[in-house]
């Protein structure tokens, strides 16, 4: 791993990733090798997660294809040295921000959307000029195997490599002098990954997880507000880092919420979710045993059936919840969904501002007031007004979390920015020489 990174630092070193015709290049290389194995991967990923072609599409190959052409599109606008003010005491000098590439960067990936956890940020690593080293999760190794293969075909290990491996290789990993650390995974293994960089002053982004509430007003248009919600919490099987972790509804609305959710259910997956195609698994029998726990002994409002053998859990609904039940104690990750009621929006406000920063939060209401309300209050990395998930699919809005749920952001221009360091260069003129600022700056004023 030494000498790879070695060979890395030797090959950002010859400027060959500086030059924005290679990085267009590279980026063409990756977008036609994506359509070339679009097969591979999304069976790679039905392997690993039991995704459909289409989610695979939908949530993995299709938004890093468009995060490619979009960088590929800018990235000359992007890389350009910005010319900036100077103030008067400046007068004659010219003030620059020139974006330039940390080196080799490290991207650690998490399981649950191994593919587009890993190529998106790599899309940022290369438009900014960086070279790459790639660390899937072990957890998903028919997708970590698939990108092995894919980024071999498509660069030189020097350029961009893939490491497998688990924690013992990321262990061995983050004792090595990288340049940037791009992690996405859960907080926990972020403070570990936090601490390695520490030693060596290495800048890191951490894209983490956490609980993602979703907050239903009086108002809201609950059918909609259903589909939506079915749709965040559902696809990949709640195994999304910014899926609504639980819902708190108006009181007035929580009955008419859960038969809305219920008949959704039923559109998106049929009578059976547990053998619908449309319907992913559970990624390991870790998560699968840790998600049903969360079931037992509580008031399910519909689903809580579960398939051992193909690891998969229905769409599930749990009322009567309180913040002492298991299933509010961390990240569900999974697809049980908590419903909560309130009265009044404010006791919201505390319940939320009271725990650590959500990754993400979604609110339904027509009412702006309520909007504003929740939005100037409560912290939270991103998220949506009446939908779900659909803020990170956006390249024009900069994805991460905040406080516990992660540090730094990416996605279009923002994954260019993560992967640079913004240089800032002042040209001085050399005919004129302001007198003031230098000892005896006195008798330069009498001489003035
Ligand atoms: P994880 O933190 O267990 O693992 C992530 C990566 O870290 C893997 O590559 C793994 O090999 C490595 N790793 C695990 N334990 C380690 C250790 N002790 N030391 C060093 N490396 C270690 O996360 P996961 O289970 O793969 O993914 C689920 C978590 O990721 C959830 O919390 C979810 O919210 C979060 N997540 C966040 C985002 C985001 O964009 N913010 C996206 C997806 C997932």
């Given amino acids: 791993m030494e000498q790879l990174l070695q060979s890395q630092q030797q090959y950002f070193h010859t400027g060959r990733t500086r030059d924005i015709q290679q990085r267009r290049e590279a980026l063409q290389t990756l977008i036609d090798g994506i359509h070339r194995y679009e097969l591979e991967i999304a069976e790679a990923l039905h392997r690993d997660l039991g995704k459909s072609h289409t989610e695979a599409y939908a949530t993995e190959i299709g938004i890093v294809l468009h995060e490619a052409r979009q960088a590929l599109k800018h990235v000359g606008k992007w890389a350009k040295a910005r010319r900036v003010r100077t103030p008067l005491t400046h007068i004659g000098s ?34 900014a000029g960086n070279t790459a080293v790639i660390k899937p999760s072990e957890l998903a190794p028919h997708t970590s195997a698939l990108m092995t293969r894919l980024i071999e075909e498509l660069f030189p290990p020097s350029f961009v490599t893939v490491v497998e491996g688990g924690i013992e290789t990321n262990e061995a990993l983050l004792e090595l002098p990288f340049n940037y650390i791009f992690f996405t995974g859960s907080t926990a293994v972020g403070r570990i990954v936090m601490q390695a960089a520490a030693k060596r002053l290495i800048p890191v982004t951490l894209e983490l997880g956490g609980k993602s509430p979703c907050i239903v007003h009086h108002d809201a248009d609950i059918d909609l507000a259903a589909k939506r919600i079915a749709f965040g919490k559902w696809t990949n099987a709640g195994q999304t880092c910014v899926a609504p972790d639980y819902v708190y509804v108006h009181r007035s609305q929580h009955d008419a919420l859960i038969s809305r959710l219920q008949a959704v259910v039923k559109q998106f997956y049929g009578d059976e979710p547990l053998t619908s195609d449309n319907y992913p698994s559970i990624i390991n029998d870790r998560h699968f045993t840790r998600l049903t726990s969360y079931v037992d002994g509580e008031k399910i409002a519909f689903g809580g059936r579960h398939d051992q053998e193909k690891r998969r859990i229905e769409p599930t609904i749990l009322t009567d919840i309180t913040w002492e039940s298991s299933v509010m104690q961390d990240e569900i990750f999974g697809p049980i969904l908590p419903i909560l009621p309130y009265e009044d929006i404010e006791e919201v406000i505390k319940v939320i501002t009271d725990r650590p920063k959500p990754l993400a939060l979604y609110l339904f209401t027509r009412e702006h007031a309520v909007q504003q309300l929740i939005t100037d209050r409560i912290s939270f990395g991103g998220g949506c007004i009446n939908d779900t998930l659909m803020h990170l699919a956006t390249p024009y809005l900069p994805f991460g979390g905040v406080g516990e749920s992660g540090i730094g952001s990416y996605h279009g221009q923002f994954s260019f920015s993560t992967f640079s360091h913004e240089k800032s260069l002042l040209v001085q003129s050399t005919w004129l020489d302001i007198p003031f600022r230098y000892p005896g700056a006195r008798n330069a004023l009498k001489w003035l």
């Fill in 94 to 127: 010219k003030g620059y921000i020139i974006p330039e590439p940390y080196g080799s960067v490290l991207i650690i990936v998490p399981w649950n959307y191994p593919f587009q956890l890993a190529i998106s940020p790599l899309i940022g690593a290369i438009a």
